[in-house]
């Protein structure tokens, strides 16, 4: 029997997860709450939701008693809490957008809602199910490296991602949204520590708005581009670059990306040390060319280096100089993956069908990240936060 499911606010995301329920064949998507009327009723419309299945607000959505099975929670990341615990209380199952939440005791309030109740519960951590991302996680737990050293893993966001998200964006100010690291990089650091399948213990992380501030304005810069910049046609940012599709004038778009009142930084490496020894860097920045994630992992034999976009692996061996003494370079083996459409390179569909997989068998273990999980890692995040605003190294213990 196919799940009946409901969808807790439908912006991009909400849309993204709905198709992948109705794509799935494994359920299908009944219920929608959404406060804005224009994007309510676009949804009803697309996925034939009827009237009385439609609701302003989660709120009103617990209220009701609707004949649903389990809720997708895609609210803004200051409203994931509330509704994930009230649908659990309320007997239904959750797949639950990430961050989990912006609060460390609110991440525990879900985890303890999910433990009290036994709800099953999933995060959406997608990099853990992409098709690179698991070969990478695959070919080091197979000890094809040897013994795991060291990691980094790069995430260039890219300039005009940064401007549309955070810095223009819903997620340009922590007080309104998140952090940065929690609103856009808590998968990676959660990547991070899914690798190394150890007890993260000391955080250390440096960070900062650097660019996109009024001091590095052209001159003459007025507060929106649309107001005659002297500088728009040499500029990146000028709005109707980013949008020009989209009548932005006078907008939050159409903002000077160098007058907003964004905080959310532009850069921050982070440096983590695990169990074992251990270390890992994370390097997060506005300034990176299109080509996705790339991962390093450093091991006793040899290095592994993954193009998350290309869904391209490289694995070298490190070589037997007793043997070939001639060789100079490590044995290089290429693993080309065929790459997957969707969202997060096929990461939302594969987190979407194994959670419903999940549903249909209450079997936990198609779960990759469950409230328990989840919290381990992003207990990692708000600690490596804590280092950045205090300048200083952080050990886990003090986050108990």
Not at 170 to 175: M, P, R, Y
């Amino acid at each position: 029997m196919q799940k009946k499911i409901a969808v807790l606010g439908v912006g991009g995301r909400g849309h993204r997860f709905a198709n992948a329920i109705s794509d799935s064949h494994l359920a299908e998507v009944v219920a929608v709450a959404e406060p804005d009327d224009g994007c309510r009723q676009e949804f009803c419309d697309k996925f034939r939701i009827n009237s009385e299945q439609t609701y302003y607000d989660w709120q009103s959505f617990v209220k009701a008693d609707s004949q649903c099975d389990a809720v997708v929670i895609t609210t803004m990341d200051r409203e994931h809490a509330e509704p994930a615990v009230a649908c659990l209380d309320k007997g239904y199952d959750v797949l639950l957008e990430k961050p989990m939440a912006t609060t460390l005791d609110d991440c525990r309030a879900i985890e303890a809602a999910q433990r009290r109740t036994g709800g099953i519960v999933s995060i959406c951590h997608s990099l853990r199910y992409q098709r690179a991302t698991r070969k990478a996680k695959e070919l080091i737990d197979n000890g094809t490296i040897g013994r795991l050293i060291t990691l980094d893993l790069l995430e260039p966001v890219k300039p005009w991602h940064q401007v549309v998200s955070y810095v223009r964006g819903k997620w340009a100010n922590s007080e309104s949204s998140s952090f940065m690291l929690l609103a856009k990089s808590c998968h990676d650091l959660d990547y991070l520590a899914y690798l190394t399948e150890k007890p993260c213990n000391y955080v250390s992380s440096f960070g900062a708005l650097t660019w996109f501030r009024p001091e590095n304005a052209p001159a003459g810069a007025p507060l929106y581009c649309s107001e005659g910049c002297p500088a728009e046609f040499e500029c990146p940012y000028a709005s109707w670059k980013s949008y020009p599709e989209t009548d932005v004038k006078k907008t939050p778009l159409d903002r000077c990306v160098y007058h907003c009142d964004n905080d959310a930084v532009d850069h921050q490496v982070v440096l983590l040390q695990f169990a074992d020894d251990i270390t890992a860097t994370f390097t997060m920045t506005a300034f990176g060319r299109p080509g996705g994630r790339r991962l390093r992992a450093h091991g006793t034999e040899g290095e592994l280096l993954m193009y998350g976009a290309e869904n391209r692996i490289e694995l070298r061996k490190f070589p037997d100089r007793a043997n070939k003494p001639e060789q100079n370079n490590a044995d290089t083996i290429h693993f080309d993956l065929a790459k997957e459409t969707g969202g997060h390179g096929g990461g939302d569909q594969r987190i979407t069908l194994n959670w419903l997989r999940a549903l249909q068998s209450r079997d936990q273990s198609f779960i990759l990240t469950d409230p328990q999980e989840s919290l381990r890692t992003h207990t990692i995040v708000f600690a490596t936060e804590k280092a950045r605003l205090e300048n200083r190294v952080v050990a886990l213990t003090e986050m108990d």
